[in-house]
């Protein structure tokens, strides 16, 4: 992401008055889509100085990432921790955000790698004239509603038309990335009930293993609506796009790989999109479940903090991983018992939400996470993006909706088929087993890249670069099994994503 394409601002308070680098003011987000598909509440991150304060805000929701840190006589502001650390912010890494970061896959509340840098509080504002930056800003708990369960099918069904109708126009071009799921699926049935349809539907795979049922279960649904389907694939060199995705995701995702080449070839045809963020998190509730409410509710945040670290990349057998792949220094700053307070102390932040861990997951898988695909990927591609699941009526409605509404996880299901039931006979991705596609070819070209790159860029303060580097090549030569079932003891892309990091670090301390 770095380049001259990166906005920032800069300013050092000097004896002669203050210096400025970057853009005095700026604003960034969804208010820079077309006119006729802004709604007055879209998502934005902006800045300003105004000769004597540099004054950041955000929208309610806070989804677009930007950044800023602040010294006595020096502050910086950017959507990019890379052009910080090039403004100045000191380098050091924060033990806790990147002892959680490396078994959740993102960052919680305002965290980042780097202790300087904070990420601007949903709502926020930031000012600063010297010193210490004052922030305000954090999150909001709609109230608790009671209603039938077919009143809150009914309702979520007409309060998502009226987001979308908010947020079309015939006169736009656009077009809308498909999946066999339901958040792009509500989508584009939405729109086409309001005969908006976009000119070009687009569906990927991931990177092995994939199934193919996701191509063609969108398939089944552009058939039907008469729309162009373009499929893409993924490029051959995974590490590229991983440390691609690493510096424009800020270090805040160890996900979405997928998505770099993928919008690079949806910017050739368009350059407006629909996306689904929180759709899942706001309706669907996968990581909602009885045991995890219930430890809520006795207040046992450890124990669910434990848990929860579980769920995304803490698998069994991932602390020996990162045992075998850290150094000794490493593996005793980022210890998993500081994961479990940092998540502990996080969930408690939510006590006032109607479902806590519904908001501990809109606020940071998604906020933190997932919104890394529509407001930092989709921009360096020269995408904009339009996301419906983030209109405020439609927010506080889901928000405030009890968790049994949504126990079962067919809460969305249900109002897709209650609102479109000409197309109840399509199926969905997931709804039958389909083999996966393997590829121990990626695997081992994967290996031999990631081997290369450390051997290249590994400074052995952060990662055990020989030891690491022998594993990686034992199983490109092992000529036995599936390496995708062999590959979790050695962790590779905790590998590629630490020594990235570690590259960066000495970059800017050459100390290190």
Request: aromatic residues 10%; neutral net charge; hydrophobic residues 40%.
């Amino acid at each position: 992401m770095l380049g001259g394409n990166v906005p920032f601002l800069h300013v050092i308070l000097g004896p002669a008055g203050p210096t400025l680098q970057g853009m005095s003011s700026q604003c960034l987000g969804q208010t820079t889509l077309p006119e006729a598909l802004q709604t007055g509440n879209d998502i934005f991150a902006e800045w300003q100085w105004d000769g004597n304060q540099a004054i950041v805000r955000n929208c309610r929701f806070g989804f677009f990432p930007i950044f800023y840190y602040a010294k006595d006589n020096e502050f910086g502001v950017s959507p990019s921790v890379e052009q910080l650390l090039e403004c100045g912010a000191p380098p050091d890494l924060d033990d806790a955000a990147l002892a959680t970061f490396l078994r959740l896959g993102f960052h919680l509340g305002e965290d980042t790698v780097f202790r300087a840098i904070r990420a601007v509080p949903p709502g926020g504002e930031v000012r600063w004239n010297g010193g210490e930056a004052k922030v305000t800003g954090g999150y909001m708990f709609p109230q608790s509603q009671n209603l039938s369960r077919k009143s809150a099918i009914d309702g979520y069904g007409e309060l998502f038309r009226q987001a979308v109708r908010r947020r079309t126009s015939r006169e736009v071009r656009f077009g809308h990335p498909l999946s066999g799921g339901r958040d792009s699926r509500h989508i584009l049935l939405e729109l086409n009930a309001l005969e908006c349809q976009p000119e070009a539907c687009f569906t990927t795979h991931d990177f092995p293993p994939y199934r193919v049922e996701n191509i063609r279960v969108a398939g089944l649904l552009t058939e039907r609506l008469g729309i162009p389907q373009h499929v893409f694939g993924q490029p051959g060199s995974r590490v590229v796009v991983e440390t691609r995705k690493n510096s424009i995701t800020s270090y805040g995702a160890m996900e979405h790989a997928w998505g770099m080449a993928f919008y690079r070839n949806v910017a050739r045809h368009t350059s407006i999109v629909y996306d689904g963020l929180a759709g899942d998190a706001l309706s669907a509730s996968t990581y909602l479940n009885r045991d995890h409410v219930s430890l809520f509710e006795q207040n046992r945040v450890e124990e669910l903090a434990e848990q929860l670290l579980g769920r995304w990349l803490s698998r069994p057998g991932y602390e020996d991983a990162l045992a075998r792949i850290l150094t000794g220094e490493a593996t005793r700053r980022f210890t998993r018992e500081l994961a479990v307070e940092r998540v502990a102390k996080e969930l408690i932040r939510h006590t006032a939400a109607v479902i806590p861990l519904s908001s501990f997951n809109f606020w940071n898988r998604i906020r933190r996470g997932t919104a890394t695909i529509p407001f930092s990927i989709l921009p360096a591609a020269g995408i904009k993006a339009v996301t419906p699941y983030l209109d405020h009526d439609l927010f506080e409605f889901l928000a405030s909706l009890p968790a049994d509404m949504f126990m079962d996880k067919t809460f969305h299901t249900e109002t897709i088929q209650r609102m479109y039931p000409e197309f109840n006979d399509i199926p969905y991705d997931g709804d039958r087993k389909t083999p996966l596609i393997e590829s121990n070819w990626h695997y081992r070209r994967l290996f031999v890249e990631i081997s290369a790159y450390l051997a290249v860029n590994g400074r052995s303060w952060l990662v055990r670069k020989g030891p690491t580097v022998r594993r990686l090549l034992a199983l490109v030569a092992s000529r036995e099994g599936n390496l995708r079932m062999r590959m979790s003891w050695i962790t590779p892309f905790t590998v590629l994503y630490m020594t990235q990091l570690e590259k960066v670090c000495s970059r800017f301390h050459p100390t290190k």
